[in-house]
């Protein structure tokens, strides 16, 4: 599979950018004045084809590819722990495979989400998350997007995110919607 199609959107890139292999997980550095595709554009998030590899590029760098970078995550100051929670849900659905067009949630990847508050009103949030496949070259990377959109959360100081395996991931564990989309429902 290339990655590359009809609705790609060619790019050159503005500056050097780093940018993660697909699905490799090795972080690599594009030169300005690379050209390429995007092929996928989601979660603040770019997946790109350049010379026959894929590679995904962070939201942070979207500038590179003349984009702009997501908005800043906005909370209330007297939010409560269950819009937190809402909010951390949220941050989840923007994270993506490089490959697949569907976020981790709809997946089935995200086994659960506890959030812990001290005294001063800082939050920690607690991931367990599973991947598609446990030799997925990409897991570090996903793992990452995890912690870092959710410290990206005000109030949240701290994400821990728990990869486990057990129980082992399979299609069931899919969102109907997710299925629809691949083709399995």
């Known amino acids: 599979m290339s990655g590359f199609s009809l609705s790609s ?7 050097d950018c780093p940018a ?7 972080t690599v550095t594009l030169p300005a004045g690379q050209i390429g595709y995007i092929t996928q554009a989601l ?9 026959g590899n894929l590679f995904r590029i962070a939201g942070n760098d979207a500038d590179a590819l003349g984009k702009e970078p997501p908005r800043p ?11 937190v929670e809402k909010l951390v849900w949220q ?25 812990e508050k ?5 939050r920690k949030a607690y991931v367990k998350m599973t991947l598609t496949a446990p030799g997925c070259g990409m897991g570090d990377i996903l793992v990452d997007d995890v912690r870092t959109k959710l410290e990206l959360i005000p109030t949240i100081i701290e994400a ?15 969102s109907d919607a997710a299925k629809l989309e691949t083709g399995m429902l």
Not at 43 to 51: A, D, I, L, N, W
């Open 9 to 15: 959107e060619p790019f050159t890139l503005e500056r």
């Open 20 to 26: 993660v292999m697909v699905p490799q997980g090795e």
């Open 43 to 51: 979660g603040g998030s770019f997946t790109v084809y350049v010379e």
């Open 73 to 83: 995550i906005e909370l209330p100051a007297d939010a409560s722990d269950d819009d």
């Open 91 to 115: 941050q989840l659905r923007t994270c993506f495979d490089p490959e697949i067009p569907i976020n981790v949630v709809e997946l089935g990847l995200v086994y659960d989400v506890s959030l």
């Open 118 to 122: 001290s005294d001063e009103g800082a």
């Open 160 to 174: 821990d995110v728990d990869l486990v395996f057990d129980p082992p991931w399979n299609h069931s564990m899919m």
